[in-house]
């Protein structure tokens, strides 16, 4: 079954600094991927998503991922972190032909950034 | 437009009774899901319904049954609750299995004692 692995599980930032998270994933066929953020107490909204193209895809507020698909890679960047991305961040796979229909999520980044 | 509801917001249950967490989305999606979130271990599928008339299994299926008498309505029940599954319950929808970028629902927080 596939999987996917995002390295860290609790990031601290200051406000301004650079974000880089990780996350791969074990299926070697064709994938949609997805990053997600759940704000505090909120439900899960869509940041970004990558199906086909261009393997850099600029999300909203600011967010960016690169697919490298030799890595298996779907990595979140963002250049300058506010204190309003302190949040919990997803990355979740689509495996076409992987198996049960949904999502294969991560387990998840808690990031907090300090003002 | 609403998109997702999903009611309760908040449930707490006794172990052994039944229970039905409620999902409609207002999107016309073909499909739906269910997952559930557990600290530490991110969202795992628990059943899913690519049209209406249809279900499948997903990751965590054990202890639920899900319906889809419908397009709007996915319930979620448990027919006889157990502590170990107390979680939130995501309900979420997408337009189809090809384009396939889900829409999520505000959460069930659901307690078993």
């Known amino acids: 079954a596939q999987s996917v692995s995002q390295h860290n599980h609790h990031v601290i930032l200051s406000e301004a600094a650079s974000l880089e998270l990780g996350c791969n994933y074990s299926y070697g066929g064709t994938v949609n991927l997805f990053w997600y953020v759940q704000y505090p107490g909120q439900h899960l909204q869509l940041l970004l998503k990558y199906f086909s193209g261009d393997p850099l895809v600029k999300g909203i507020k600011g967010f960016e991922a690169e697919f490298i698909k030799s890595k298996f890679s779907f990595n979140l960047r963002k250049p300058s972190v506010q204190w309003s991305d302190t949040a919990e961040y997803f990355c979740a796979v689509y495996p076409y032909g992987g198996g049960a229909d949904g999502l294969t999520f991560g387990k998840g980044t808690h990031l907090i950034i300090q003002p | 437009i609403a998109g997702i509801t999903q009611a309760p917001t908040s449930q707490i249950l006794a172990a052994g009774r039944r229970m039905t967490l409620r999902c409609t989305q207002d999107m016309r999606h073909n499909a739906m899901y269910w997952y559930r979130q557990d600290l530490g271990l991110g969202l795992r599928l628990i059943h899913y319904s690519n049209t209406a008339g249809t279900t499948g299994k997903g990751e965590v299926p054990d202890g639920y049954s899900v319906s889809r008498a419908n397009t709007d309505d996915f319930p979620l029940t448990l027919a006889s609750a157990v502590p170990s599954q107390t979680s939130v319950y995501f309900c979420?929808?997408?337009?189809?299995?090809?384009?396939?970028?889900?829409?999520f629902g505000p959460g069930t927080r659901l307690t078993v004692l």
């Open positions: 979420a929808s997408s337009p189809g299995q090809s384009l396939n970028e889900q829409f």
